[in-house]
Nanobody, 122 residues
Framework: QVQLVQSGGGSVQPGGSLRLTCEAS?????MAWYRQAPEKERDWVAT???????NYIDSVKGRFTISRDTAKNILYLQMNSLKPEDTAMYYC???????????????????WGQGTQVIVSS
């Protein structure tokens, strides 16, 4: 089982930026960020596959960037132009196979970070 330790997040005004970090204890082909807003189900935000392919949910395209330091097993999520609707608990997830990145199905991700809160409010 992979240990995922998250850092970053916090509170920011609309239009601001934050960066989330997820350190993994070992390599996994597919890494992703999910989020869960209050009273809503957890949903995927961005994925980073082993071939470098990335995908984003439509609402964050052009504002969020997922990146990965494969040598250090660290995943990042740079969030710019933040909006109140981005307020959520953000989770890092890891899947042994790239199927997780293609399907974005939560069941494909066997390992999850502890979560980090992001609040966007004026």
């Amino acid at each position: 089982q992979v240990q995922l330790v998250q850092s970053g997040g916090g509170s920011v005004q609309p239009g601001g930026s934050l960066r989330l970090t997820c350190e993994a204890s070992e390599y996994r082909r597919c890494m992703a960020w999910y989020r869960q807003a209050p009273e809503k189900e957890r949903d995927w935000v961005a994925t980073f596959a082993s071939d470098g392919n990335t995908n984003y949910i439509d609402s964050v395209k052009g504002r969020f960037t997922i990146s990965r330091d494969t040598a250090k097993n660290i995943l990042y999520l740079q969030m710019n132009s933040l909006k109140p609707e981005d307020t959520a608990m953000y989770y890092c997830a890891a899947a042994q196979w790239d199927y997780g990145c293609r399907s974005r199905a939560q069941i494909a991700f066997g390992d999850w970070g502890q979560g980090t809160q992001v609040i966007v409010s004026s």
